[in-house]
């Protein structure tokens, strides 16, 4: 059975967001790390291979320092690695994103495909299902169990008030949330091969059957119109009443004012 | 190449779950409705179940101008294939110009396939959606490369950290998913009628169709907070479970209901359901207490559009204190019964 995970590196966002003293994000100083939802993908693949013995294929789309998240991915137990990089893909939208991803895993053979739900940086939930789009297999996302079943895979399936019990006939692809599962630790053996492993590195012409016209920052259907960091309005009151009758003498008097009661 | 100029009319797919519409429906024709009239366009829903037929009038009510009604028992539950191809077949044969789709669990699924299906963009999420052109300002020496009557998208990303606004000129239609309780519907029209077309494009199961074994529903008597007019807000600063009593005493005195940030979730204090922020729900009642809340900023993102934000808390440097209109730094054990007291008296005042 062969498991391909594709996995991106992103700014940690979560608790480690740093900003400028006029309020800006400060890019620079945020940790780049393997996006959350796409280590519980890897450690449900890792898990497959744990029980099932299948071959697991990390890839991902990046600049050529994203071979950092790879190597974390084999020191936790992949077998191989794959960066796709090329500057002509850079700018790309998820269209584009998915489409270059899929022209890679044509060249792949696989059961099963994961990724993560969504990206912490740009929180789309895209480019899994597109990539299932583009590649003409179906599509579970928001996994919460994985279980195999000869040719078939059982995912349980979440969402609003219910969840599906779902099974469909491999090759499929799965998204999966970063609720699945507690990703495993690299071990110090895992972290010494992987310094030293060797990552199949793909461009623009390794991509299998893709229109140029699908790439990158030119072959992105959407285009930013206007990018900036967040304003936030502005503080309001902060009082620091001497008691607590104090404190409830003020919110009563602005409920009064604003005829909330 | 797709010919755009044949792509008319801003489109609203119209989820329902077990025949009943879904809230974020309502709300996207009502933004429908704002975005057709610079174009001069009609409000179209996109109905797909089955038996469904019977909602159409609903729809007709909420703002759709005409409403076309895919119903097929393959479509009795969700499944992102045969719903695919019933939206993606619906958008081939009726060209609009702009498809909206909720940014619900169902829709986030829906959407992405759809797109790739149609070969367009799509732009997740977003909190505001106006007609304008692209680029914003023309470039000078190409005024006349400046597109006018565009969807321009806006929407947060980096944990709600930075703001993007987003065009798609030269691919129709053009796809957005949108925030459930962003978008204000429209008081409801009665005996409003819609033009119903009936539509079916046929559903042959293939590889993609993946089999239900089981549905499993959570049954929940909670209403929704994203109804409420006022929500009383509790993080992990309430300290217990059994703490949030107090916070309960205070919703029920004033009118509204509690909710919880994500901390409360994870602690596993309350359930999902009652979780504002990024990653839980978009409110915007006309009161927000946030009680022993320190304000991170995915909460922040859930609750921001609030009318009046009062916030309690004792740490007078907790980021809430940055969006609250009103803030009290105290101890909310004290403060919120102490409110609740005085609340209820005031009302048996008037009462009286």
Redesign the interface.
């Known amino acids: 059975m062969k498991v391909i995970v594709c996995i991106k590196q992103v700014p940690d966002t979560k608790g480690g967001v740093k900003f400028n003293p006029d309020g800006t994000l400060d890019r620079g100083a945020m940790l780049a790390i393997m996006n959350p939802d796409d280590k519980a993908g890897l450690e449900a693949a890792l898990r497959l291979k744990d029980q099932y013995g299948a071959e697991v294929t990390v890839l991902t789309m990046g600049l050529p320092k994203a071979d950092a998240v790879l190597r974390e991915a084999l020191a936790m137990g992949a077998d191989k690695a794959i960066l796709v990089t090329d500057r002509v893909l850079g700018g790309a939208d998820t269209w584009a994103t998915s489409s270059t991803i899929a022209g890679a895993l044509r060249n792949l053979e696989y059961d099963l495909i994961i990724t993560g739900r969504q990206a912490i940086d740009g929180d789309t939930a895209q480019v899994g299902p597109q990539i299932a789009e583009h590649l003409n297999i179906p599509v579970i996302s928001y996994a919460q169990e994985i279980k195999i079943d000869g040719d078939k895979v059982i995912v349980k399936r979440q969402y609003d008030d219910r969840y599906h019990m779902l099974e469909v006939k491999m090759p499929c692809l799965i998204t999966a949330l970063s609720e699945l599962n507690d990703p495993r630790y690299m071990t110090p053996g895992g972290i010494f091969d992987a310094v030293a492993a060797d990552i199949t590195t793909w461009g623009r012409a390794d991509l299998k059957d893709v229109d140029d016209a699908n790439l990158g920052l030119a072959g992105s259907p959407t285009k930013i119109a206007k990018a900036s960091d967040k304003v936030r309005k502005g503080a309001g009151e902060k009082v620091v009443p001497d008691t607590p009758e104090d404190a409830v003498k003020y919110i009563i008097g602005k409920l009064d004012e604003k005829h909330v009661i | 190449m797709q010919n755009i100029e044949e792509y008319k009319g801003v489109f609203v797919f119209a989820q329902q ?1 077990d025949n009943k519409v879904s809230g974020i429906a309502y709300e996207l024709l009502g933004k429908a409705k704002d975005l057709a009239e610079p174009l001069n366009a009609q409000v179209t829903a996109v109905l797909i179940g089955s038996d469904v037929k019977g909602l159409c009038d609903k729809l007709a009510e909420y703002g759709a101008d005409r409403v076309i009604v895919v119903d097929d028992p393959e479509l009795k ?1 969700y499944r ?2 045969p719903y ?1 191809h019933a939206l993606a077949s619906v958008i081939n044969e009726y060209k609009p110009e702009i498809m909206l789709v909720g940014a ?3 829709g ?2 829906l ?3 759809v ?3 149609v ?7 977003c909190t505001v959606l106006n007609i304008g052109d ?3 300002q023309p470039i000078p020496g190409k005024e006349d490369e400046q597109k006018h009557n565009q969807l ?1 998208m806006t929407r ?16 129709r239609p053009q796809m957005a998913t949108v925030r459930p309780g962003v978008m204000q519907k429209i008081d409801p029209v009665k005996g409003a009628k819609a033009e119903i077309i009936e539509y079916n494009p046929g559903f042959t199961p293939n ?12 049954v ?1 008597d909670i209403k929704d907070i994203m109804d409420a007019k ?1 929500l009383v807000s509790g993080g992990r600063g309430v300290g217990s479970p059994e703490n949030f009593k107090i916070l309960e005493e205070l919703a029920d005195a ?1 009118g509204g209901q509690v909710s919880c940030s994500r901390a409360v979730v994870d602690s596993g204090w309350k359930p999902k ?1 009652m979780q504002v922020g ?1 990653t839980g729900k978009t409110v915007r009642p ?2 927000y207490f946030a009680i022993g809340i320190s304000g991170a ?1 995915q909460h ?1 993102a859930g609750m ?1 559009e609030s009318d ?3 916030a ?1 808390n004792k740490d ?1 440097d907790a980021p809430i ?11 909310l054990n ?2 919120v019964p ?2 609740t007291k ?2 209820l008296a ?2 048996e005042a008037k009462g009286a």
């Open positions: 779950v539950e992102t294939e695919a619900t669990a169902i986030r699924d959407g992405p396939t797109s790739a299906r070969a367009t963009g799509l732009t997740a999420d692209f680029p914003l321009l947060p990303a980096f944990g709600g950290n930075t703001i993007a606004t987003i065009a798609c000129p030269n691919n590889n993609k169709y993946v089999e239900i074994k089981e549905v499993v529903k959570k929940s006022i004033i359901e990024q006309n009161v900023i922040v921001e009046i934000i009062i309690i007078e204190f940055d969006v609250a209109e009103y803030g009290v730094v105290g101890d004290k403060v102490e409110l005085q609340i005031a009302k």
